[in-house]
């Protein structure tokens, strides 16, 4: 079935550079998405890329699609503390219904 | 966009007792869906709910357990029924207006 996989955790300094992988396994994904989750909060969208896509970028935000080796990564330039949170990939199909990798909680030192 | 609203935002309920979940946006949207996140753990879809018909539910959550509604395009309800602590979780209601997905702020569960 379809599986969506993210590493668990990430630290960086503030100021430096994160990028945070995901890999998927469903060929037919319409659309794939990074969601922002902090503690006690609810899921806020940050970014998609449609599957023809190879790359969109959204102020610190840049998003890369490897679509041949089902390989999605997110890039925030200049991570700040607030940005400090956990950072979910997910697709969709035509049916859209998203599956969600497990998550990475990025954690920024000051 | 789309603005989601959903209450009640938490709860604290006992065993064996049932709680609805209303999610109510801002739009008419043609797909609304329900997900749960367990602590520490990812979302899992339970059910799309269509509008005018019953809601189709994934593997491993059944119509008696989490009963839908979906009586207009800019409301559903979920039933937790006949609780248990397992059930303790944040339930999100998410909606897709054009061909990007948005989430409620969720309901924090926590049944004793």
């Known amino acids: 079935g379809e599986d969506v996989e993210q590493s668990l955790f990430l630290s960086v300094r503030e100021g430096d550079s994160s990028v945070i992988n995901c890999t998927y396994t469903?060929?037919?994904?319409?659309?794939l998405y990074w969601y922002k989750q902090e503690p006690g909060a609810g899921l806020q969208l940050l970014t998609y890329?449609?599957?023809?896509?190879d790359m969109k970028q959204d102020q610190r935000l840049t998003v890369l699609l490897n679509k041949k080796d089902k390989h999605l990564s997110l890039r925030i330039a200049d991570t700040q503390t607030g940005d400090s949170a956990i950072y979910f990939c997910?697709?969709?199909?035509?049916?859209?219904?998203?599956?969600f990798g497990q998550g990475t909680t990025l954690q920024v030192k000051p | 966009s789309a603005v989601i609203s959903q209450k009640p935002s938490r709860d604290i309920c006992q065993r064996g007792t049932s709680l609805t979940i209303q999610c109510q946006v801002d739009?008419?949207?043609?797909?609304m869906f329900w997900y749960r996140q367990q602590p520490g753990q990812s979302l899992t879809l339970i059910a799309t709910?269509?509008?005018?018909?019953?809601?189709?539910?994934e593997s491993g959550f059944v119509i008696d357990k989490f009963p839908i509604s979906r009586p207009n395009l800019t409301f559903s309800t979920l039933t937790v029924s006949n609780m248990s602590p397992e059930d303790s979780s944040i339930y999100l209601c998410?909606?897709?207006?054009?061909?990007?997905?948005?989430f409620g702020p969720g309901t924090r569960l926590t049944v004793l």
């Open positions: 998410s909606v897709d207006p054009r061909d990007t997905q948005y």
């Open positions: 469903d060929s037919s994904s319409t659309y």
């Open positions: 890329i449609f599957s023809n896509m």
């Open positions: 997910a697709e969709s199909g035509n049916t859209g219904k998203l599956i």
């Open positions: 739009s008419q949207v043609t797909m």
């Open positions: 709910a269509n509008q005018g018909s019953e809601a189709t539910y």
